[in-house]
């Protein structure tokens, strides 16, 4: 089936890029959206095509808002978020929309060793160390500015910044084109270190005011996925997807068996779990597909990752009040965050993490937006 659906998939964007003259260029419109407390100004972009609006800040190089028709035509935000800055400033701890450094997911106690040298990362998730630590890539103001179709943001993460060797420099650029939201990463550094790159967007393709994302479908195109034990640390073995509540190779109603008596959901109260994205990684390649029957609208993600965090919001759990002054409960949005494994420092058998002194990581991630008829 996912091979159908893949070939499926190449063939609607070859048509739809045969469609595109008109859409090829997007506007894109700066202002200041506010300051940090500190005093420091926080620009917020509009980038618009003729499907798709989006807008991104300087503020943990955020995404912020994608407002998309349904089948019927009424726009909706599709993504959750906070209405103001200072809301963003004062998050708890969801990372709405951000870009996660320097290492996405988790590490196992927050300690890892690259040539026999042994790094400590501050603990934030128990005894082990969540998004880059206590202060990740969320937390900065990044430096920016406007590419064609889009927005490029820089931030310099200076050698020893929550115990990563190293100064590393890093760019996250978004291109709209038409209906497609296009992120590019890259980075390098002066000292070998270790890099997992991702960006925390919760969808909801009935709107971000619409409840939870429960009644969605999901296809991912991986037959394998990471376990882990109790504390969501890899345990290193890759296992298959078929027979068990993770086997998204068809399209599944999230409900249909997130309430399953399962281990692994037990552990994630619910999906959080990194899935082993089929191809050749560093290849552009279908990860998922997303669509609401309700709406109509559907989600296409594509990228040259490894691997792929599917989680379903579990501990958004009412107090935080999002935009439209919505109060976000659990499954209230969902995440596909392209990545490297968790915890790949710890795990020679996974893909490596290592950047060496003097290369350039690269990584694309493409977020296609649509409707079907049904």
């Known amino acids: 089936m996912v091979t159908k659906r893949i070939v499926e998939f190449a063939k609607a964007m070859l048509i739809f890029s045969l469609t595109l003259p008109g859409l ?5 419109t700066m202002s200041i959206w506010g300051h940090t407390t ?18 991104v800040t300087s503020y943990g190089a955020r995404l912020v808002s994608v407002r998309t028709p349904d089948r019927a035509g009424k726009v909706a935000d599709i993504v959750l978020g906070y209405d103001t800055l200072e809301d963003y400033l004062n998050d708890p701890g969801t990372r709405f929309g951000s870009v996660i450094g320097r290492f996405a997911n988790r590490i196992a106690m927050g ?35 406007e590419e064609p179709n889009g927005v490029e943001f820089s931030h310099v993460s200076p050698a020893g910044d929550m115990g990563f060797p190293g100064t590393l420099f890093t760019k996250v650029k978004y291109s709209l084109i038409g209906n497609s939201l296009r992120i590019d990463y890259s980075a390098s550094t002066d000292r070998t270190t270790v890099l997992n790159l991702t960006n925390h967007v ?68 619910g999906y959080d779990q990194n899935f082993v994205v089929n191809g050749i990684a560093g290849a552009l390649r279908l990860a998922a ?42 499954d209230a949005g969902l995440c596909l965050e392209t990545q490297h494994f968790p915890d790949s420092p710890n795990h020679a058998n996974f893909p490596s993490t290592v950047l060496p002194s003097g290369k350039t990581f690269r990584s694309t991630t493409i977020y296609t937006f649509g409707t079907t008829a049904f």
């Open 111 to 145: 300690r890892f060793s690259i040539g026999g040298e042994a790094f400590q990362i501050p603990a934030n998730d128990g005894p082990n160390a969540l998004h880059g630590g206590t202060v990740g890539f969320d937390s900065y103001v990044w430096q920016s500015h």
């Open 24 to 28: 090829a260029n997007c506007e894109v």
């Open 289 to 330: 597909i997303v669509t609401d029957s309700q709406s109509g609208r559907k989600l296409t993600v594509e990228t040259t990752e490894p691997g792929v965090q599917f989680y379903t919001s579990n501990h958004l759990d009412g107090t935080i009040t999002g935009r439209h002054g919505v109060k976000y409960g659990r």
């Open 38 to 55: 500190g005093g420091e100004a926080v620009p917020i972009y509009t980038l618009t095509s003729g499907a798709v609006e989006v807008r």
């Open 202 to 269: 919760y969808f909801n393709l009935r709107g971000d005011d619409s409840g939870n994302v429960l009644g969605e479908s999901v296809e991912l195109n991986a037959n394998w996925y990471t376990p882990t034990d109790a504390q969501q640390i890899p345990t290193g073995k890759l296992a298959p997807v078929v027979g068990t509540p993770f086997d998204f190779r068809k399209p599944t109603a999230i409900r249909a068996h997130i309430n399953d008596a399962n281990e692994q959901l037990r552990f994630g109260s």
